[in-house]
């Protein structure tokens, strides 16, 4: 409906200006949107109203918008050859504009005809390259529920991303270098060795958690004793190596729980192989924007106190002097999006002898990126790793690189709850409480849901107790029941002997019975579907994706309470046909825009306890 609206209002504008009548260059940008009433309680004059005639008389010359409002609207009627506008209406220089009642049928059809692919974009048919990148758990254990909501949220908006076209890769960066992997390699070795009967005690920072021995009893077995009496430089590398491939396993059976994939598991350590680490470093001495100092300069020359349980205070002795990177060199910057990206010091890329640090890592990955051709690239970080944000951004800027490119996506930690108390251990492992353990329990979809449900940086309790219960309280619950309920209604149709006759026994007389304005408002938001999955891609938000879903399953759940004396299956059979078509098209917007996020949409589920006693 919304993108017919805006294509006739484009024509009426390129009429208008091949006849003088408009003069300007090119078409501004104009919204299409639902009116709102005057007042509460008010119904909204017409259908769809537009700020056209705003936007155009701003750039228009010798036109004030109420003139330009009355000429559209003229025009519109021209070519609008269908009369698919019925009504347009000026109101205080908008234009508001009434549909014929063909219009909300055509939605029914459109829905039904489109099937599964209602809502998506053509594969690819951007020809935009996307890259979301998230997950990018350490391989030194588990995904724990520290990762839960990260998981979630970068493959909902990768799910987004395909489908409003663009070609799309899901990215897992490999931390597979540093002190990290080899703590991990070393207890590992010592619980091997402690399978052969020696006594060993772990250092503090190492691993002690029972996946390292099953590890250790795994690497034993391909292994023997073999690497008893050989040197550290032999079997550290062993070690480190048996040790991410196990947890990489674990870690992608989690995630395929989940149902979650990536397309590409990028290990860190191949870039150090490739000399791509220290060459970005090379690369940023030569270009100007380094200095060797004893401590980093400081936004506007101030001194910062840094927070004593903060990593950079941590480990402040490995910073003392080396070569710094000008991060703060563009906090003059004047982009709208890059604005936001300030760095408070300048960062160490070099330690004073020579080695990298992780940043310097980080950047050669994200330069890997640009060189990979990507158009658009998604981090989706932790919200801790915020302050990483403004050194990635202006370090690929010190290189010349296009940083409006890069978006970050910073997701604050859920606390899981039961009880009122928070959940960290599983009750069954005595270990963290691991991502696999929360599927285990709530179940995927209820994951999933919860975790995209709010933007990301929004903070809230995951409470175990609540998403347990079959009623409408349950938020996922009434989601899904929603789908099902259309589901029952079409089977009941069929049970009646009243089955709805399908798109093509489709007539016209079946359409022109919807003409409730509740279901004229459910067609109406139907059609909307497109324009919401195209718009959350672009802004990286799935939530509206479900509130967009939510609001439809409330409406038509109002719709069918208010109506039960005049129920969708009732003795008009044209009038029944109508509403069983609205059903099977609501049921198919509902299912779609699941799988758009990939959530199940169950054909059968227990009505609430409140509406089996009603």
């Known amino acids: 409906m919304k993108s017919r609206v805006q294509l006739l209002l484009c024509e009426a504008l390129n009429v208008l200006k091949a006849q003088g009548v408009l003069d300007f260059e090119s078409p501004p940008s104009f919204n299409v949107e639902v009116p709102r009433a005057a007042k509460p309680g008010d119904t909204p004059r017409g259908d769809w109203a537009s700020n056209v005639a705003l936007v155009v008389g701003r750039v228009a010359k010798g036109k004030k918008p109420p003139e330009v409002a009355q000429a559209i609207a ?5 070519v609008d050859r269908d009369g ?7 109101v205080n220089a908008f234009l508001n504009f009434t549909l014929k009642d063909s219009a909300f049928g055509d939605v029914a059809k459109d829905v039904l005809s489109h099937g599964e692919r209602f809502g998506r974009t053509p594969p690819k048919s951007t020809g935009k390259k996307v890259l979301v990148e998230f997950v990018s758990a350490n391989p030194t254990g588990p995904v724990h529920i520290g990762h839960a909501r990260g998981s979630f949220m970068g493959d909902g908006i990768a799910r987004l991303m395909d489908a409003a076209g663009h070609d799309v890769t899901r990215e897992f960066y490999i931390n597979d270098s540093g002190k990290q992997v080899e703590t991990l390699g070393r207890t590992i070795y010592k619980r091997y060795r402690e399978l052969f009967g020696e006594a060993v005690t772990l250092a503090e920072g190492e691993y002690p958690a029972e996946y390292v021995i099953e590890i250790a009893k795994t690497w034993k077995a391909e292994v023997q004793d073999s690497f008893l009496s050989k040197p550290e430089a032999q079997w550290l590398p062993a070690a480190i190596a048996v040790g991410i491939r196990e947890n990489m396993k674990a870690i992608r059976a989690t995630l395929a729980k989940a149902n979650i994939s990536h397309d590409v598991f990028f290990s860190e350590q191949s870039l150090h192989d490739g000399g791509k680490v220290l060459g970005i470093a090379k690369e940023y001495v030569a270009a100007g924007v380094t200095y060797e100092a004893a401590e980093p300069r400081r936004k506007d020359d101030q001194d910062k106190v840094r927070d004593a349980d903060s990593k950079a205070a941590k480990f402040a002795d490995r910073q003392a002097g080396g070569t710094f990177l000008m991060t703060t060199k563009w906090k003059d910057d004047k982009s709208v999006k890059q604005s936001r990206y300030k760095d408070e010091e300048d960062r160490i890329l070099l330690r004073a002898d020579g080695t990298p640090v992780y940043l310097t890592a980080d950047l050669a990955y994200h330069r890997a990126k640009f060189e990979r051709g990507f158009d658009r690239m998604v981090d989706v970080f932790g919200a801790d790793h915020s302050g990483h944000v403004p050194r990635i951004a202006t370090g690929m800027k010190l290189l010349g690189l296009d940083a409006d490119k890069l978006d970050f996506v910073l997701v604050q930690i859920v606390r899981i709850t039961r009880g009122g108390e928070e959940v960290k251990v599983s009750k069954r492992k005595g270990t963290l409480f691991e991502l696999a353990d929360l ?3 709530a179940g995927p979809d209820v994951c999933r849901f919860i975790f995209l449900m709010k933007t990301a940086n929004a903070q809230f309790d995951f409470d175990l107790d609540d998403v347990a219960k079959q009623s ?3 938020p996922v619950f009434y989601f899904q ?6 589901a029952s209604i079409l089977k009941k149709a069929l049970e009646k002997g009243q089955p ?12 022109a019975a919807l003409q409730l304005p509740e279901e004229k408002a459910l067609l109406k938001k139907m059609s909307q579907l497109p324009e919401v999955v195209a718009s959350a891609a672009d802004r990286l938000e799935p939530h509206h994706v479900l509130y967009f879903c939510q609001e439809l399953i409330g409406d038509f759940h109002a719709y069918y309470t208010q109506y039960k004396s005049d129920p969708v299956i009732n003795v008009d059979p044209v009038k029944t046909q109508g509403r069983l078509a609205m059903v099977a098209a609501l049921k198919q917007t509902l299912k779609n825009a699941f799988a758009i996020l990939g959530i199940s949409a169950p054909e059968h589920m227990d009505a609430p306890e409140a509406e089996d006693a009603a």
């Open 84 to 90: 698919y506008v019925a009504k347009t209406e000026v």
């Open 74 to 78: 003229k025009a519109l009627g021209d």
């Open 439 to 441: 599927i285990d329990e």
């Open 472 to 474: 409408k309280t349950n």
């Open 500 to 511: 709805f006759v399908g798109l093509a026994a489709l007539t016209p007389a079946h359409l």
């Open 481 to 486: 029941y929603g789908h099902a309920r259309c």
